[in-house]
């Protein structure tokens, strides 16, 4: 296997090419890819970091890569990453880590705004668990359940979990709705490519058991409002959570193209409308599923044979 770096008007393609000359023709839709995407980039009003990854080949796409960004509830995801993380070690033996299974009690001192599920609940009566409260965290981004896992797990644990994945520039600094941490300059934060490269090491085991890596994925799947899969096609599984503030609109995950799945992590700021920095998500969403899964259904050659094909040619 022969890699290279390739750079495509200022953005770096890290391209690998193989023996067979058939091989290389991917690198034309990674090329038309970078074109659409530098499109988007140049008709926003506003600044927009993208890493893509093919989990197949390794192969990514970054543009302004390094450039570190608001997260807004993207930060969630390492939240959920270290929840899982203390319930395996849980499960192995360590004592006092968080479990999925463990109980909570709804108490009114943790409800903060946005929160969705948390504040139709009744203090001092309902009692959930931890699964619970994070799927209110991804499935409708609930702030309430989001601090009480932050309490839960530790801020503390959650930034060593991102250090021990070499995720220095990701970090958790305050719990959500802090308006007052936030405007002292402790915002949540991270760069396309740790988030890029905190899913990428999570789908390959290397901060989950298999068992747990499956578990969190399903998790992060759960259906709910996102940038990722508006213009994708229905039924197209997608583990991801977008983020909102003013001015900034993000949104990283994986999606689960057939025979071939992706990182994606498309983070935007200085917006001029966060209605724009929507749809620029969703643009370079939408064009990046086309490649994957053009490039997931065809031979190495580009052909591709469908279930109802007769193998007529003519």
């Not at 203390?86 to 001192?109: C, F, H, I, M």
């Not at 259906?223 to 001015?247: C, M, S, Y």
Request: contains cysteine.
């Amino acid at each position: 296997m022969v890699c290279a770096l390739v750079w495509f008007h200022g953005a770096l393609l890290f391209a690998e090419s193989g023996a067979h000359s058939g091989t290389q023709k991917p690198q034309v839709l990674w090329a038309k890819l970078e074109s659409q995407i530098r499109e988007v980039d140049q008709n926003l009003d506003g600044v927009m970091g993208v890493a893509i990854e093919d989990l197949t080949t390794g192969e990514k796409f970054l543009l302004r890569e390094d450039e570190v960004f608001p997260q807004a509830s993207s930060i969630k995801i390492a939240v959920l990453a270290e929840l899982y993380h203390q319930n395996q070690l849980a499960l192995e033996g360590a004592p006092g880590k968080a479990r999925l299974s463990d109980l909570y009690t709804v108490d009114k001192r943790d409800l903060v705004e946005d929160s969705d599920i948390m504040l139709g609940l009744t203090p001092g009566v309902t009692h959930i668990t931890n699964r619970d409260l994070a799927t209110m965290m991804v499935a409708v981004s609930d702030n309430s359940a989001t601090n009480v896992l932050i309490d839960r797990v530790g801020m503390e644990n959650v930034n060593a979990l991102l250090d021990s994945l070499g995720l220095a520039r990701t970090r958790l600094r305050r719990k959500m709705m802090d308006v007052k941490a936030a405007g002292e300059g402790r915002e949540n934060v991270s760069t396309p490519r740790e988030m890029m490269t905190l899913l990428e090491r999570i789908y390959g085991g290397k901060a989950l058991n298999k068992e747990m890596t499956e578990d969190f994925f399903k998790m992060l799947s759960t259906h709910k409002d996102n940038f990722i899969t508006r213009g994708l096609p229905d039924g197209v599984r997608v583990a991801d959570k977008p983020g909102e503030l003013e001015g900034v609109r993000n949104d990283s995950g994986i999606v689960f193209a057939g025979n071939r799945p992706y990182v994606i992590c498309v983070m935007t700021t200085y917006l001029g409308n966060e209605r724009d920095g929507e749809r620029a998500i969703s643009a370079v969403s939408a064009d990046a599923y086309r490649m994957f899964d053009r490039l997931g259904r065809a031979s190495e050659y580009g052909r591709v044979v469908s279930a109802n094909n007769s193998g007529n040619t003519r």
